[in-house]
């Protein structure tokens, strides 16, 4: 089955610092979402994609639609302490059965340090 | 406009009992997914309801699970006869159509505990 890989698993930076992270799939997507998800709470949308090559900010996130349709990237700029958290992807396949699903990537765990 | 909601927060139940999870969706959204998530993992797709129909249960273990999404009230997803295996979180989402594009609103999910 169709299946994201998503890197890095999980990351440690300092305050103040960018982070990327991206997810990489053998098939095409045809929409790209980004979700945090903090502890004990569910997932939260970040930023949406909708055509190859597409560019998207949201305060200090900025996400991409790659151009091949079989990649994401998501970036935080000045990464502060409440930035923590699992962020994933989901890519929503094309479809011949007229059933829209999202498939989701396995997360980047976050984690500041001040 | 209140987000999808689900209840309870969290269920524990020993081996053997049944399940009943609920999801009321966002306002004026007539589509529910149900995913699983195991503790470190991401989600895992399970069933996508319209009202009073299953669209899409490929994801939906054969035996012991249910879903349904009535004309009136919320979404169940129904596990029987739990074993340990079954703990985990499960997270219900929404959305108003379910064309190319559309975006899923994901409620708090509700963590299960089999004992």
């Known amino acids: 089955g169709q299946q994201l890989n998503q890197s890095p698993q999980s990351m440690f930076i300092q305050e103040g610092e960018d982070v990327s992270m991206n997810c990489t799939s053998s098939s095409i997507f045809n929409t790209w979402l980004w979700y945090k998800q903090d502890p004990g709470e569910g997932p939260v949308l970040l930023i949406a994609?909708?055509?190859?090559?597409e560019l998207t900010s949201n305060g200090r996130l900025t996400a991409q639609f790659g151009i091949t349709r079989k990649d994401s990237f998501l970036n935080i700029s000045a990464s502060i302490p409440s930035d923590v958290g699992i962020y994933f992807c989901?890519?929503?396949?094309?479809?011949?059965?007229?059933?829209?699903?999202?498939?989701f990537g396995t997360g980047t765990r976050l984690k500041v340090l001040a | 406009n209140a987000g999808v909601m689900q209840n309870p927060r969290h269920l524990v139940r020993r081996r053997g009992q049944e399940a009943r999870l609920r999801c009321s969706p966002m306002k004026g959204h007539s589509h529910v997914y149900w995913y699983r998530q195991l503790p470190e993992e991401g989600l895992k797709f399970m069933v996508y309801?319209?009202?009073?129909?299953?669209?899409?249960e490929s994801g939906m273990p054969k035996e012991r699970f249910s879903a349904e999404f009535p004309k009136e009230g919320p979404s169940i997803l129904r596990i029987q006869q739990v074993v340990r295996g079954d703990s985990a979180a499960y997270f219900c989402a929404s959305s108003p159509l379910a064309g190319r594009g559309e975006t899923q609103y994901f409620g708090p999910g509700t963590r299960l505990l089999v004992l």
């Open positions: 989901a890519g929503q396949p094309p479809t011949t059965s007229g059933t829209y699903k999202y498939i």
């Open positions: 309801l319209q009202k009073e129909n299953i669209i899409d």
């Open positions: 994609l909708y055509k190859a090559g």
